[in-house]
Nanobody, 120 residues
Framework: QVTLVESGGGLVQAGGSLRLSCAAS????????MGWYRQAPGKARELVAG???????NYSDSVKGRFTISGDNAKKTVSLQMNRLQPEDTAVYFC??????????????WGQGTQVTVSS
């Protein structure tokens, strides 16, 4: 069983920074990709950033240049450094890991979500 636990959300003023972290527990054979989605009230879930094979990254246009994703496959962690936060970044942020275990093929696991609120 693989579980993801997120931390680092909270309330911040516009222009501020937050760092989200996500750690996976359980026996994982390999990790293919990791990343973060977010969902604001009344909106569809949006891909924020992803990292593949530990080094290839991609970002949504709305966060490019402000957010930085980092991941460590060996430690089973993924983080999101968020700078110059804006009110439109307010959302619940979910981490995910696409991984293979010894009992299951490649599967995407999700965190429970952490609230990020940016005040103007």
């Amino acid at each position: 069983q693989v579980t993801l636990v997120e931390s680092g959300g909270g309330l911040v003023q516009a222009g501020g920074s937050l760092r989200l972290s996500c750690a996976a527990s359980g026996i994982i054979r390999s990790i293919n990709s990791m990343g973060w989605y977010r969902q604001a009230p009344g909106k569809a879930r949006e891909l924020v950033a992803g990292i593949v094979s530990g080094d290839s990254t991609n970002y949504s246009d709305s966060v490019k240049g402000r957010f930085t994703i980092s991941g460590d496959n060996a430690k089973k962690t993924v983080s999101l450094q968020m700078n110059r936060l804006q009110p439109e970044d307010t959302a619940v942020y979910f981490c995910w890991i696409t991984a293979t275990t010894f009992t299951r093929g490649e599967y995407r696991y999700w965190g429970q979500g952490t609230q990020v609120t940016v005040s103007s």
